[in-house]
């Protein structure tokens, strides 16, 4: 089974997470902004991981767009996995036909640009002044503003088992 991994990153995370699976499927991952429709076609299975603002999977509608033969999505975010609904999250992005992993990526504050900087300045500043915080909005007033680094392979092993599952139900 011909596979590709593509990604939409901004700071790197989700780049990283591409490649990793790219190695654990001895396959290629490119970015979406350097593939092309004819490219995602050639494939029997394309596993597409984009950044998450504000909930929804950063690039998704590009590559669906694409219509691959098989798809595997997965989101990259910073919230910590045990407050994240990744139920949810696939409902938002519009996933219900499409398996659909959520995986922590982290914050690099220094290399986003100057408009997600003000957003997420303000945006501290709202939920620092909040009382009843969610723990979301707990943890958004603790880390927004700082750097940190909180990939895992750990995340990737239910996709893998996705990845084992589709190449097996479509020999
Ligand atoms: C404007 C903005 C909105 C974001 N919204 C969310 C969000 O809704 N949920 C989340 O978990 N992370 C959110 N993040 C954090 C990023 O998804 C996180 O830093 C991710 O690891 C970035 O991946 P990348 O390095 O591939 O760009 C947001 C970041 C920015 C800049």
Request: aromatic share 10%.
């Amino acid at each position: 089974m011909k596979k590709l991994v593509v990604y939409e990153s901004g700071t790197g995370f989700t780049k990283q997470y591409a490649e990793w699976i790219a190695q654990e499927l001895s396959c290629s991952a490119v970015s979406l902004k350097q593939t092309t429709a004819e490219e995602v076609k050639q494939n029997d299975l394309v596993i597409f991981g984009g950044w998450i603002m504000g909930g929804m999977v950063c690039g998704l509608d590009k590559v669906l767009a694409m219509a691959p033969a098989h798809l595997i999505a997965f989101g990259v975010g910073s919230t910590p996995a045990e407050i994240t609904d990744a139920a949810a999250m696939k409902q938002q992005n519009h996933l219900e036909n499409v398996p659909f992993f959520y995986f922590v990526g982290g914050f690099r504050f220094e290399k986003l640009n100057f408009v997600f900087k003000i957003m997420l300045k303000t945006l501290k500043k709202s939920v620092v002044k909040k009382a009843d915080k969610t723990p979301q909005e707990k943890f958004m007033a603790d880390i927004l503003g700082t750097s940190f680094d909180a990939t895992d392979k750990k995340y990737m092993e239910p996709l893998l088992a996705c990845v084992k599952e589709t190449e097996a139900e479509v020999k």
